[in-house]
């Protein structure tokens, strides 16, 4: 699309000098994330208030023209690729952590600070903000606001949703608004705050958000067990999620994860076994060996090959080498991923990892399972190497979902919908969830105009 | 108003025998709750399946007769009474337990179970669900997800809205849906199932609910803390919060509360001070305490008078005699207390507290404060003796939520709007917010058929 000539006059008056951008290095970078899609828009801004942010939704919406925010554009489902084109709103410069308030245990942040900007700022403090995904160097807390994100940490401390106090936004309609509250407990209104966490940019641009924060725990310990098989390790899962000690971790590896892991990374001591389970516990110096001890009583039982306890945090480190290496690894294998992100409930997992591992076997196509298993949240990743595979493993993805539904589980964990999930919604929502998903993006973005061709 | 005879018609087919009731005690008993509201509804049905929501919900929409939702009718917001009459919708026969799944940390319930039954159902599998307010015995699950219930327990644990995974419900078009999942971690569009919790029946009726479950702690021990006044009890409370042992439950009673409890329980050792904390940590045998000395640590300093730690669970029973007395001595005060339920930031608690007693002061009536200060979440309450305080009392509100408001807080915790905080919300939440709140009511119900003149 060509922007009119009169939406780009607007857009130059809220966005003076580099604050608006229309060169081709500018464009190419905003038209991808780490999805396969892609698509530029026509011009790229860089908001720093939230007054602009309201002057730029009103602009699009005056011109019917789509708005798409941006933050570090590490999103695998295409959430911040403009599909239809238009304006990019890129965040990053709106980057300040405007209070950090020990007391009530929350933080007050604009969007575009990453994820690791924002807890080595809360380190000092003594507390850390519980989302944890790979990407944090890069990733900005407003992308995590908007898909959701979680991480290992997860499993003990939720995921974003279960993060965050009260937001600041710009609905579809250009009107700024002010969700949620500075406390931990809110019954005033309907619950807006997390409606918009998820909602991957398609009903508000979120221009602020208060953090609801944790304190860092004392003493970390990590487990690692290794399993005779998938059925095994997912019992203990059960076991060691049916006691009282949650853990902070509970990671999953299948036998093909720890294979590639161990061929990439021969020095890091990577166990061959069925399954493998990277444990974590938190608390204070004096009672995280009894954390330890509950999860290693229930990591025992049938199946079990061996069980690693770290006696420090050298020890932790070692044990958690084989999850390492593995991002390495897949990378090594191919440049292709496709990068799964699905769950079920946790007594499923043995399940789904055999599914999983059928249905690789019936496209011949690589894959591995491993993730947050604590929370029935694998990362099922095919590795395709070549055209063929790719083919194969696109082709394979529906029966994927539908084995997840069939399950109980559902199509993301963390990483969103965006636009390659899109299509298999209606697997796991029914009309009649769908329809009213679609008359509360009309309720916020009557015109369509928020990030068209995401989620619903 | 008078039903029209052809709806009539329809749900007494909809509804044979005694599931529809239009007599004189039942039209009696469905008019009230525990607010200071009431109003007759015409008719009380009793639905026993999902499938008979939808065609109740049907029959209303196509009639626009207004229908409101109840369950225990233990709100203190009139949120169950009809005020514009019609239909009301007792869900108290839909209460099975329809599954616990240790496994995986879940139960599915229909709407009509009693919290207390719940937990006693739980117990045995080593569960409970973490809301815990007041009224256990009588309220519903229903009741908790309409209005968000708290209690003691959501400090560490979280509210209603932090402890569900999934809900079914009827939409104000008539539609059943279903939200979330079964699932602790979930990205797969938007949070429809956080957008009902809370929202008092006015976007759909609640038919089922997957809730999420915590594993009992093995161990609990008790603290009691005296203070010289307010602000070095509140300060302490900041103390407690910013380190990393979050208590299970922190209580407050100011000097008024205490006096209070005093004088109606003479045998219940109530101390004598400015301020009272209850402090609850858990863990198991070893860790608890390991718990309870982080916490006696933190409780320490300025302004402390005395610190009784329970070393068995006799003990914590005797600690918290002084809170268990203050419902009975408020009830001996008055048969007309303003429960007030607001909420600030943590740091705030000082001039919340300071506040309210010279607004109770100004206003010559009787005043005491105390609830759960870990969440910022104090019951405020009024203690009107005759007409004059009542009056008076009432006139004083306005004033005690502008104070909240001016402190960062907001008007309820855990109780709901109802009708009675109705005309305030515009205090807490701006016109932008309000009228994205009634483009959602108007989405999930487009005739305004369900619980009108609430919330919104």
Known sequence: M??????????????????????????????????RHAHRPDVVVHPATHAQVESLVRACREHRVPLTARGGGTS?????VPLAGGVVAN???????????????????EPGVTNEALQQALAPHGFFWAPDPGSAPWCTVGGNLACNA???????????????????????????????TQTTKDSTGYDLTRLLI????????????????????????????TYRDTASAAQAVARIM????????????????????RDHAPDADVPEAGALLLIEVDGTPETVRFAQDAVARAARGDGLLALDVAADASENTALWAARKALSFAQRAVTEHKINE??????SRLPELVAGAQALAAKHAVPLVCF???????????????????????????PELFALVIALGGTLSGEHGIGVVKREYLPLALGESTLALMRSVKAAFDPDGVLNPGKVV
């Open 2 to 35: 060509t922007l009119p000539a009169s939406l780009l006059d607007s857009l130059r008056t809220i966005f003076p000098g580099d604050a608006l951008d229309s060169g081709d290095d500018a464009l190419r970078l905003a038209a991808r994330d780490h999805s």
């Open 76 to 80: 695998s489902t295409g959430a911040s």
């Open 91 to 109: 965040f990053q410069r709106m980057d300040r952590i405007v209070r950090i308030a020990p007391d009530d245990r929350l933080a007050v942040v």
């Open 150 to 180: 979680g991480g290992p940490r997860a499993l003990k401390y939720g995921a974003t949703r279960d993060n965050v106090l009260g937001l600041r936004a710009v609905a579809g309609t250009g009107e700024g608004f002010i969700a949620g």
């Open 198 to 225: 998820g909602s991957e940019g398609t009903l508000a641009l979120i221009t602020g958000a208060t953090l609801k924060l944790t304190p860092r725990p004392a003493a970390v310990r990590s487990l690692r067990a």
């Open 242 to 261: 049916a006691q009282p000690v949650t853990p902070a971790a509970l990671e999953f590896m299948d036998a093909l994860a720890l294979k590639l892991a």
């Open 341 to 346: 992100d699905v769950v079920v409930p946790v």
């Open 371 to 397: 993730g947050h298993a604590g929370n029935g949240n694998l990362h099922v990743n095919l590795l395709p190497r070549d055209v063929d595979e790719i083919e194969r493993g696109y082709a394979m993805l």
